[in-house]
């Protein structure tokens, strides 16, 4: 069976280096790996709709800003498919067919739809559309044959409820749909990268964001004011590691060559830490290193945003490009669905002639 993967973001603003440790930088490794056949990054853009009907310039706004970060990262083009999800018509068909298959209760009970349903504040005023998303995002998964769903943790519902939908609709009408799994970040402090307040989630609208396309001054204003430990006052004083946010970066961005390169009393971070738990490490210490580790990786993606920055049309033609790709194989995927429902009625010569039949006479 071939390996395919899907995955994709919500064009609601730029990413951050939150998106790239936990989602972006990996799918540029799976794409380097050349372990699967086929790998479709989607921009989510109806999706994003579902709870931003009232302001689709924002979407609109988002779609190329994303893309710009996709290639920056490094996403190559030639090797995988960037498509728009509004531009895939069938995967509303499959999702209108998948929303028989699924209880009002259920999609209740998703935890992240719970959580993201408080979140907006939408109380008696759920859209209906922004409630089924975990359907079409269903559709999305299966319309593109995947195997494998490379997300974040928050996303683990969300393909849970999928993988429902692949064993009802599959049970239902006969073997149709490939099942995903999911594949979640290795690196426990890339699952979800807190902001530089030292929040939970980096969010857009807490304003506690690191952005991809950020420049080294900016990357560097953000870490000097960056959430550490409150009660580490004197540099002697002993220091704790544990939701210490320069240390969780540290975690997600730190490889030993950087200690090399920028930090070379300190073999690796382990010995690091342990400094800074005993006392005597100081915090403008750890953020100055961390400015040098954010800037060396992030650099070569700034630098790479600005070579497409250049030439916008072209991003939009890979676009284009991408999304017809992407069309030819959802479409299959419908032909498929339809087949198994048998609601392909003009192409069923059995039913036609049964049909026939009935009426001799
Ligand atoms: N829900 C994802 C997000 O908020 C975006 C998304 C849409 C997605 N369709 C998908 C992710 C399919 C994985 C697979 O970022």
Redesign the pocket.
């Known amino acids: 069976m071939s390996k395919i993967i899907?995955?994709?973001?919500?064009p609601t603003g730029r990413l951050h280096i939150g998106h790239y440790v936990g989602s972006l930088r990996r799918r540029v490794e799976l794409q380097n790996s050349g372990e699967y056949d086929k790998i479709f990054i989607?921009i989510?853009d109806a999706?994003a709709l579902t709870d931003n009907a009232e302001n689709p310039e924002k979407v609109r706004q988002n779609i190329v800003e994303v893309a710009l970060d996709y290639l920056s990262a490094g996403l190559d083009p030639d090797k995988i498919t960037i498509l728009i999800?509004s531009m895939v018509p069938e995967l509303t068909e499959l999702t209108f067919y998948y929303m028989n298959l699924v209880t009002v209760s259920r999609v209740q009970r998703n935890p992240t739809i719970k959580s993201e349903l408080q979140m907006r504040g939408f109380g008696d005023s759920i859209p209906v559309g922004f409630f089924t998303?975990p359907i079409s995002?269903a559709a999305?998964?299966t319309a593109f044959k995947a195997t494998t769903?490379p997300?974040g943790e928050d996303?683990m519902p969300?393909l849970e409820q999928c993988q429902e939908i692949v064993h009802k609709f599959n049970s239902v009408y006969g073997d149709t749909l490939v099942e995903p799994k999911i594949l979640l970040p290795e690196n426990q402090a890339c699952l979800r990268l807190p902001g530089t307040d030292g929040k939970a989630k980096m969010s857009k609208s807490l304003g506690n964001c690191i952005f991809l396309a950020d420049t080294a001054d900016e990357t560097k204003t953000k870490v000097m004011s960056m959430y550490t430990d409150p009660n580490h006052i004197n540099v002697n004083d002993p220091g704790q590691i544990e939701g210490n946010t320069v240390f969780t970066y540290l975690d997600a961005f730190s490889r030993p060559e950087h200690f090399e390169a920028f930090n070379p009393g300190y073999a690796n971070l382990e010995e690091m830490k342990d400094h800074y738990k005993r006392g005597g490490l100081g915090d403008v210490k750890c953020k100055k290193f961390l400015i040098n580790v954010l800037n060396a990786e992030l650099e070569p993606i700034r630098a790479r945003r600005k070579e497409w920055e250049k030439d916008i049309p072209g991003v939009y033609e890979i676009l284009k490009k991408g999304s017809a790709i992407a069309e030819a194989e959802a479409a299959d995927t419908l032909a498929r669905v339809r087949r198994a429902m048998k609601i392909n009625y003009f192409e069923d010569g059995a039913l036609i002639k049964e049909q026939a039949e009935k009426y001799k006479n």
């Open positions: 899907l995955t994709g973001d919500r989607m989510a999706q999800q998303y995002q999305d998964i769903v997300v996303q969300m």
